[in-house]
């Protein structure tokens, strides 16, 4: 039986080198052949891919979905959903859950991976439940980390809540590239002794062990791998696709894959690959190895963070403290998988409790806010004495938060009455509320040719940096 390989180059692998700057008209071209290369899906929307069409690109997501799926007739499409925060930074109500799955499967997505950065189970359900419901492949992953709490046994148990929940198949979410070679082994061997449905491995090359990772994974049974076509992989981005595929070749399992196709889909990328090198779009840094990934247990980008905040506090000698801090405030703040949101939440703390000179003098309110719970259940409970320290007699949430929120679609849809042109501009505006009004008006401008200079096109800055 021949492995799977899912191609990332439309989605994660440009959002980990380029920030997600890939436009549609760069992306068409090639589509009809990644379409005939036989990849178990082509995925190419979601993560920060909506965010960055409407924020930096001047295009509509869901238009960029249609014209996707309409080159790709033979292969299934997949997205990545941060499971109640769909793919914005907040939680929504059910019913905007609902309803965005209920739209991105009607345009043309066929699996959706859902994930939670607390691997909150809660998190992860309704989301799930609508893709059933719409007929989609409901694929949920626990996001891979390292500490005193997650084991084996751990990640075993959250893939078969998911799997009762109705899940398709898992996903081992490694971001930050943390999964060596024998530990990929042994977790496949114990998820694929453990549940009946599909195992899919994704990882970031990060740390420079990602290939070997596939290559002992796929001995232990894994299902499917994430890999990208060579001119966007290694770096932050995946593993690429043809040396994995040449590897395999003649093996019980072979992907079938034609290298021939795969090195002219490989020639158009690397064509774009030096226009974003020329535009600086594409930096050096990323392309090499990051082996502080393997020592301090933490993703490249937040390693980047660390270093300009503390430049911006003039406290650039304090770096190895901070680097020895965040473990500590992580174990804190009940061992959560360092993706965002939660990277950003432990790194800011430890900057700041390295910096004030005391720990906890200062509290940013989102550390407040992972302690009353308003992010979901953390791995591993949080002491009394953390919880005192950090938000004093404040009561916690002990519910799923998305409990507390009230249906909000009727309200979105009257606020952003003025600006729909097609039902899908509702779940813009409820993403994105003000980057999606300047879009709004960009669309209208360049439908009725109005000056645009008439149009305000400021702010446009990303949360994310």
Same mark, same amino acid.
Request: glycine share 6%; proline share 5%; charged share 25%.
């Given at each position: 039986?021949?492995?799977?390989?899912?191609?990332?180059?439309?989605?994660? &692998?440009?959002?980990?080198?380029?920030?997600?700057?890939?436009?549609?008209?760069?992306?068409?071209?090639?589509?009809?052949?990644?379409?005939?290369?036989?990849?178990?899906?082509? %995925?190419?929307?979601?993560?920060?891919?909506?965010?960055?069409?409407?924020?930096?690109?001047?295009?509509?997501?869901? %238009?960029?979905?249609?014209?996707?799926?309409?080159?790709?007739?033979?292969?299934?499409?997949?997205?990545? *959903?941060?499971?109640?925060?769909?793919?914005?930074?907040?939680?929504?109500?059910?019913?905007?859950?609902?309803?965005?799955?209920?739209? &991105?499967?009607?345009?043309?997505?066929?699996?959706?991976?859902?994930?939670?950065?607390?691997?909150?189970?809660?998190?992860? %359900?309704? +989301?799930?439940?609508?893709?059933?419901?719409?007929?989609?492949?409901?694929?949920?992953?626990?996001?891979?980390?390292?500490?005193?709490?997650?084991?084996?046994?751990?990640?075993?148990?959250?893939?078969?809540?998911?799997?009762?929940?109705?899940?398709?198949?898992?996903?081992?979410?490694?971001?930050?590239?943390?999964?060596?070679?024998?530990?990929?082994?042994?977790?496949?061997?114990?998820?694929? %002794?453990?549940?009946?449905?599909?195992?899919?491995?994704?990882?970031?090359?990060?740390?420079?062990?990602?290939?070997?990772?596939?290559?002992? !994974?796929?001995? !232990?049974?894994?299902?499917?791998?994430?890999? +990208?076509?060579?001119?966007?992989?290694?770096?932050?981005?995946?593993?690429?696709?043809?040396?994995?595929?040449?590897?395999?070749?003649?093996?019980?399992?072979?992907?079938?894959?034609?290298?021939?196709?795969?090195?002219?889909?490989?020639?158009?990328?690397?064509?774009?690959?030096?226009?974003?090198?020329?535009?600086?779009? *594409?930096?050096?840094?990323?392309?090499?190895?990051?082996?502080?990934? *393997?020592?301090?247990?933490?993703?490249?980008?937040?390693?980047?963070? *660390?270093?300009?905040?503390?430049?911006?506090?003039?406290?650039?000698?304090?770096?190895?403290?901070?680097?020895?801090?965040?473990?500590?405030?992580?174990?804190?703040?009940?061992?959560?998988?360092?993706?965002?949101?939660?990277?950003?939440?432990?790194?800011?703390? +430890?900057?700041?409790?390295?910096?004030?000179?005391?720990?906890?003098?200062?509290?940013?309110?989102?550390?407040?806010?992972?302690?009353?719970?308003?992010?979901?259940?953390?791995?591993?409970?949080?002491?009394?004495?953390?919880?005192?320290?950090?938000?004093?007699?404040?009561?916690?949430?002990?519910?799923?938060?998305?409990?507390?929120?009230?249906?909000?679609?009727?309200?979105?849809?009257?606020?952003? !009455?003025?600006?729909?042109?097609?039902?899908?501009?509702?779940?813009?505006? +409820?993403?994105?509320?003000?980057?999606?009004?300047?879009?709004?008006?960009?669309?209208? !401008?360049?439908?009725?040719?109005?000056?645009?200079?008439?149009?305000?096109?400021?702010?446009?800055?990303?949360?994310?940096?």
């Amino acid at each position: 039986m021949g492995i799977k390989i899912t191609d990332t180059s439309l989605r994660d &692998a440009h959002q980990s080198l380029i920030a997600t700057r890939m436009t549609i008209d760069e992306i068409l071209p090639i589509v009809e052949k990644l379409d005939k290369v036989g990849f178990n899906s082509l %995925e190419c929307w979601g993560g920060a891919t909506f965010d960055a069409c409407v924020r930096f690109l001047n295009e509509d997501p869901w %238009e960029r979905l249609r014209k996707i799926r309409d080159k790709a007739k033979n292969t299934k499409l997949q997205m990545l *959903l941060r499971g109640q925060n769909l793919l914005g930074y907040k939680h929504y109500a059910d019913d905007v859950v609902d309803y965005f799955v209920q739209k &991105a499967v009607a345009n043309g997505m066929d699996i959706i991976r859902i994930f939670d950065a607390l691997n909150d189970a809660r998190n992860i %359900e309704r +989301a799930l439940k609508a893709c059933k419901k719409e007929g989609g492949h409901a694929q949920a992953a626990f996001s891979y980390t390292i500490s005193p709490f997650h084991s084996l046994e751990q990640f075993v148990k959250d893939a078969k809540v998911y799997v009762e929940m109705g899940a398709d198949s898992i996903c081992i979410k490694d971001m930050a590239g943390l999964l060596t070679p024998y530990q990929a082994y042994d977790l496949v061997k114990a998820l694929k %002794e453990n549940i009946k449905v599909p195992i899919q491995l994704h990882t970031h090359y990060t740390s420079g062990v990602a290939s070997m990772t596939y290559i002992k !994974a796929i001995e !232990a049974g894994v299902d499917i791998v994430d890999c +990208a076509i060579s001119p966007l992989s290694m770096g932050t981005s995946q593993p690429p696709v043809e040396p994995l595929v040449a590897t395999l070749k003649g093996t019980q399992y072979d992907t079938g894959y034609d290298l021939n196709l795969l090195s002219e889909i490989a020639s158009y990328f690397t064509e774009l690959k030096e226009k974003y090198l020329k535009t600086g779009l *594409l930096s050096t840094k990323v392309m090499g190895v990051d082996i502080n990934t *393997l020592i301090y247990q933490v993703p490249g980008g937040m390693l980047s963070n *660390l270093v300009s905040q503390l430049k911006q506090a003039g406290k650039e000698d304090k770096f190895m403290d901070v680097l020895k801090e965040i473990p500590n405030v992580r174990a804190d703040l009940g061992y959560p998988p360092l993706v965002t949101p939660t990277s950003q939440i432990v790194g800011t703390q +430890a900057v700041m409790n390295v910096i004030s000179g005391e720990r906890y003098k200062m509290v940013p309110k989102e550390t407040k806010g992972i302690v009353k719970g308003e992010y979901g259940r953390t791995p591993a409970p949080i002491s009394e004495e953390i919880v005192k320290k950090i938000i004093g007699d404040e009561e916690r949430i002990s519910c799923r938060p998305a409990d507390l929120i009230p249906n909000e679609l009727d309200n979105i849809r009257a606020e952003a !009455a003025e600006y729909i042109e097609q039902e899908e501009d509702v779940l813009t505006y +409820a993403m994105f509320p003000q980057v999606a009004k300047k879009f709004f008006e960009f669309r209208k !401008a360049q439908k009725y040719k109005i000056d645009p200079d008439m149009v305000d096109y400021e702010n446009r800055v990303h949360p994310l940096g």
